[in-house]
């Protein structure tokens, strides 16, 4: 007599099964199946690269969902596996796909730019993990974001209180930076042209870069604030393949932008939260957006053209280099704007090989910081990017995404890299002259 724990993973099953369905009547599926396992693709792979062993393979990826879906699908799959190499869906193949979608692919898509038939990887390990995430096999530390930010509002949980306090003490170091007592952090400033949304880690664990894009909005003139209720660019549903969570909580950033009355979303540096907020939010909630949404580059850029910006570039004398997010440069479309800023508030900018939109993912994408039990593997396979900034020479790494920060930070320490990790928004704040 099966226990409870079978009924469990029977209806655990039964929706990964719809959800495979689903994903085999979609793009993804075509571009699974088109797949020759050529295997050049481990070449353009920062994880194969680190670590060359066929599973790290993207098409080896590709096919862990590709065998399923013959499974499922294919007359042969199911009347006869073993000549198309198709696979049931069970515990043991769900747990197999989790390690190659989850554990060992950040969904850079630099594999799609290099594949000889022109697969959209990034699209296939994307529709896998709808199915786990059907399944309930979403890695636990990535649920768990996602929870906090449908529960509290922010990755971090920090509550309003906090939020205003901490705008509080830094309008105060801010004002006292610049000379200018009024010069501050805002926070539900109704009227406001700009709602600015930012990674929460600034709130909590690095406040400098707040101060920094504080700072520049008052030294441009900008009508601009915080939301103490939905303050978070980040959205972990994107990456969890969760929809339903990712739309609510971009539904929430435009109710704020609606109830305090501002005209444009600024989303502050981060790759996913990017291209989730302004490329895929549209989709989940099936309709344009009633306001306008670009991200802080695109603004920092508009004020130096505009000439709403004095800076020095002899202020940010060490060489820099520019490190490119996969999700903001490849997948969003953000490729020369922080390249123009650089070369106006540096005195000398210094590209990494190979760089825009071929650049190698530094391996913390796709999620993976939240997930403890791939650390080390991320770790290791960020070694291609430490590689990339120890050839350039540079001092300062310009990283305009928070998540690929947090992993460039932890690379520079376990490769002995002698580098900084800055925001761009805190070199442009560095070069401003005030008087």
Same mark, same amino acid.
Not at 41 to 55: F, I, N, R, T, W
Not at 321 to 340: A, F, K, M, S, Y
Not at 374 to 388: F, H, L, P, T, W
């Given at each position: 007599?099966?226990?409870?724990?079978?009924?469990?993973?029977?209806?655990? &099953? +039964?929706?990964? &099964?719809?959800?495979?369905?689903?994903?085999?009547?979609?793009?993804?599926?075509?571009?699974?199946?088109?797949?020759?396992?050529?295997?050049?693709?481990?070449?353009?792979?920062?994880?194969?690269?680190?670590?060359?062993?066929?599973? !790290?393979?993207?098409?080896?990826?590709?096919?862990?969902?590709?065998?399923?879906?013959?499974?499922?699908?294919?007359?042969?799959?199911?009347?006869?596996?073993?000549?198309?190499?198709?696979?049931?869906?069970?515990?043991?193949?769900?747990?197999?796909?989790?390690?190659?979608?989850?554990?060992?692919?950040?969904?850079?898509?630099?594999?799609?730019?290099?594949?000889?038939?022109?697969? +959209?990887?990034?699209?296939?390990?994307?529709?896998?993990?709808?199915?786990?995430?059907?399944?309930?096999?979403?890695?636990?530390?990535?649920?768990?974001?996602?929870?906090?930010?449908?529960?509290?509002?922010?990755?971090?949980?920090?509550?309003?209180?906090?939020?205003?306090?901490?705008?509080?003490?830094?309008?105060?170091?801010?004002?006292?930076?610049?000379?200018?007592?009024?010069?501050?952090?805002?926070?539900?400033?109704?009227?406001?042209?700009?709602?600015?949304?930012? !990674?929460?880690?600034?709130?909590?664990?690095?406040?400098?870069?707040?101060?920094?894009?504080?700072?520049?909005?008052?030294?441009?003139?900008?009508?601009?604030?915080?939301?103490?209720?939905?303050? +978070?660019?980040?959205?972990?549903?994107?990456?969890?393949?969760?929809?339903?969570?990712?739309?609510? &909580?971009?539904?929430?950033?435009?109710?704020?932008?609606?109830?305090?009355?501002?005209?444009?979303?600024?989303?502050?540096?981060?790759?996913?939260?990017?291209?989730?907020?302004?490329?895929?939010?549209?989709?989940?909630?099936?309709?344009?957006?009633?306001?306008?949404?670009?991200?802080?580059?695109?603004?920092?850029?508009?004020?130096?053209?505009?000439?709403?910006?004095?800076?020095?570039?002899?202020?940010?004398?060490?060489?820099?280099?520019?490190?490119?997010?996969?999700?903001?440069?490849?997948?969003?479309?953000?490729?020369?704007?922080?390249?123009?800023?650089?070369?106006?508030?540096?005195?000398?900018?210094?590209?990494?090989?190979?760089?825009?939109?071929? !650049?190698?993912?530094?391996?913390?994408?796709?999620?993976?910081?939240?997930?403890?039990?791939?650390?080390?593997?991320?770790?290791?396979?960020?070694?291609?990017?430490?590689?990339?900034?120890?050839?350039?020479?540079?001092?300062?790494?310009?990283?305009?995404?928070?998540?690929?920060?947090?992993?460039?930070?932890?690379?520079?320490?376990?490769?002995?890299?002698?580098?900084?990790?800055?925001?761009?928004?805190?070199?442009?704040?560095?070069?401003?002259?005030?008087?």
């Amino acid at each position: 007599m099966p226990d409870a724990r079978d009924g469990a993973i029977r209806a655990d &099953l +039964d929706a990964a &099964l719809l959800a495979l369905d689903r994903a085999a009547g979609g793009r993804a599926a075509l571009h699974a199946k088109a797949c020759v396992r050529c295997g050049l693709c481990g070449q353009s792979c920062h994880v194969y690269l680190a670590e060359p062993v066929p599973a !790290n393979l993207p098409a080896a990826k590709v096919e862990k969902l590709a065998s399923l879906i013959r499974g499922r699908r294919t007359l042969l799959g199911r009347h006869a596996p073993w000549l198309s190499r198709a696979r049931d869906v069970t515990p043991e193949t769900l747990e197999e796909l989790t390690d190659a979608v989850f554990g060992r692919c950040t969904g850079c898509g630099r594999c799609a730019l290099h594949c000889t038939v022109g697969l +959209d990887v990034g699209a296939v390990m994307r529709a896998a993990r709808t199915v786990l995430a059907a399944a309930g096999l979403t890695p636990g530390g990535l649920r768990r974001i996602v929870d906090a930010q449908l529960r509290d509002g922010n990755q971090m949980s920090i509550t309003p209180e906090e939020i205003v306090e901490t705008a509080g003490w830094l309008s105060e170091e801010l004002a006292r930076e610049t000379g200018d007592p009024g010069a501050r952090v805002r926070v539900d400033e109704a009227g406001s042209r700009v709602l600015y949304l930012v !990674n929460p880690r600034e709130i909590k664990f690095f406040p400098l870069s707040l101060q920094a894009a504080a700072g520049v909005f008052h030294a441009a003139g900008e009508s601009w604030t915080l939301s103490s209720r939905a303050c +978070d660019v980040t959205n972990y549903g994107y990456f969890a393949a969760d929809d339903p969570a990712a739309g609510e &909580l971009t539904r929430r950033a435009l109710e704020e932008a609606k109830r305090l009355g501002a005209s444009e979303i600024v989303l502050s540096e981060c790759g996913h939260g990017f291209r989730s907020f302004r490329w895929e939010g549209p989709e989940w909630l099936g309709h344009p957006y009633p306001v306008g949404v670009r991200s802080v580059l695109e603004l920092l850029e508009e004020y130096l053209a505009g000439g709403r910006l004095r800076v020095d570039p002899s202020r940010n004398a060490l060489p820099v280099t520019l490190h490119d997010p996969c999700n903001l440069v490849r997948w969003g479309g953000i490729v020369e704007p922080q390249r123009r800023i650089l070369r106006q508030v540096t005195a000398r900018f210094v590209e990494m090989t190979p760089n825009r939109e071929h !650049n190698f993912c530094c391996g913390g994408g796709g999620g993976m910081l939240s997930m403890e039990e791939y650390g080390e593997r991320r770790v290791a396979s960020g070694s291609v990017k430490a590689a990339q900034i120890r050839e350039t020479g540079a001092r300062v790494v310009a990283c305009p995404c928070h998540n690929c920060a947090d992993q460039l930070i932890e690379l520079a320490r376990v490769n002995e890299l002698d580098v900084e990790i800055r925001s761009v928004v805190e070199l442009v704040y560095d070069a401003i002259v005030w008087k």
